[in-house]
């Protein structure tokens, strides 16, 4: 039954639709009664909550995103340490300039003071593990050396002057790496390896007369 | 069943009968607020329940679902749910509608969504489902649970009544 006359009769605004509905109850119910429609947002609220209800549907793809998302994260964070990381040269420049400026700042220069390297040299002997290539070079005069302690191990400081400037020479048995020039506050670094022995050269000298002086030690 | 095949499934079969499942609901808790909580509750009942459904109409499924809810929250509420004398039995007792029947004029027709809500829930559950729902008697009596010569003379019964308190409005 789909009350079609009911329904035309509606439409038209026929005065007969009355009698007619007398007649036929269900053509009232279906053309007068009220037909409730979900309200909006009523689908809406049952799929958020279904899909609450379905994790298990979730779970692969979920994971896989979030796998992706650790993956990334963790590739950026280890990225961003790898580049941030302080070079160990670098940081080992930083010791050493610290040294040089400790050593200055402080009474404590010298432990042996002396211009011959003759002295120098046997004063290390029980006092270090290793004994230091002591030099003595040209137009850079010797004021004597000092026991330091550098990178977790103790360490030769050996001292050399240019009018009033100083040069600290600290060297330590090492593997060989990598030699750097390096400048921090205004101090001027230069390191090499040799004879299973690293050295660092640190002064206020200027760049040139240390290279100078670093190439005349090594001869 | 793999969960998102069942939700494709259940947006195809089932979903599309939300305002069938609202419409039930609102007749026969004759509120707004609580039909659209038991039709949620219904959706989500529905959707773990979805296996049943087994190939029948998603409709006529959905329908019981809610009707359940319904019935399960009217009774906590208290209200009388269950028919407390066997219609069939007493069916004798209904008469069609009288042929002195007041003429139904605009302000009875007016009137007929009060009658409606004021019917009992056992006549207004199945005059609902025949006759906004137009399901089959068939498929009324699966979705009550009672036998379908039961809905037949609740049916009757509804009919009856629903007269009787048009015409008793007219006057």
């Not at chain 1, 992706?68 to 964070?77: H, I």
């Not at chain 1, 506050?185 to 200027?206: C, I, P, Q, R």
């Not at chain 2, 009707?67 to 407390?84: Q, Y």
């Not at chain 2, 008469?95 to 003429?103: K, R, T």
Request: aromatic share 8%; net charge negative; glycine share 6%.
């Amino acid at each position: 039954m789909n009350c079609e006359i009911a329904r035309a009769m509606m439409a038209n605004n026929d005065p007969g639709l009355a009698e007619h509905l007398r007649s036929c109850q269900s053509c009232m119910i279906r053309t007068h009664a009220r037909y409730y429609e979900a309200p909006a947002g009523l689908e809406e609220k049952i799929r958020l909550r279904l899909r609450k209800e379905a994790p298990a549907a979730l779970p692969w793809r979920w994971m896989a995103i979030a796998a992706s998302v650790l993956l990334v994260a963790s590739l950026t964070w280890n990225l961003s340490m790898l580049r941030s990381r302080v070079d160990p040269e670098q940081a080992l420049a930083s010791d050493v300039v610290s040294a040089h400026i400790r050593s200055l700042a402080g009474t404590h220069l010298l432990d042996v003071p002396s211009s011959d390297h003759h002295t120098v040299k046997p004063w290390f002997n029980g006092k270090l593990d290793f004994s230091p290539a002591v030099k003595d070079v040209d137009g850079f005069p010797m004021l004597g050396g000092r026991l330091e302690y550098l990178e977790g191990h103790p360490a030769a400081a050996l001292v050399y002057s240019r009018r009033n400037h100083t040069i600290n020479v600290f060297t330590w048995p090492s593997a060989p790496g990598k030699g750097v020039e390096e400048t921090q506050n205004g101090y001027h670094a230069e390191s090499w390896y040799s004879d299973g022995m690293a050295f660092w050269a640190v002064t206020d000298l200027n760049e040139e007369e240390l290279r100078q002086f670093v190439a005349l030690y090594r001869k | 069943m793999d969960s998102e095949r069942k939700q494709a499934l259940f947006e195809q079969t089932v979903m599309p009968h939300l305002n069938a499942a609202y419409n039930l609901a609102r007749w026969l808790t004759r509120n707004a607020d609580d039909a659209e909580d038991l039709v949620q509750e219904a959706f989500l009942r529905a959707f773990r329940s979805f296996e049943t459904l087994q190939g029948q109409d998603g409709r006529a499924w959905l329908l019981a679902v809610v009707r359940n809810t319904c019935f399960t929250w009217l009774k906590k509420k208290g209200e009388r749910t269950a028919v407390e004398f066997d219609e069939q039995m007493h069916s004798g007792t209904d008469e069609a509608p009288s042929a002195e029947a007041v003429l139904l004029n605009e302000a009875a027709l007016g009137s007929l969504q009060g009658c409606l809500e004021g019917l009992p829930l056992e006549f207004r559950e199945v005059m609902i489902m025949r006759e906004l729902e137009e399901l089959s008697y068939k498929e009324i009596s699966e979705i009550s649970r009672v036998p379908i010569g039961t809905v037949m003379s609740r049916l009757a019964r509804g009919r009856k009544r629903l007269q009787q308190c048009l015409e008793g409005a007219l006057r």
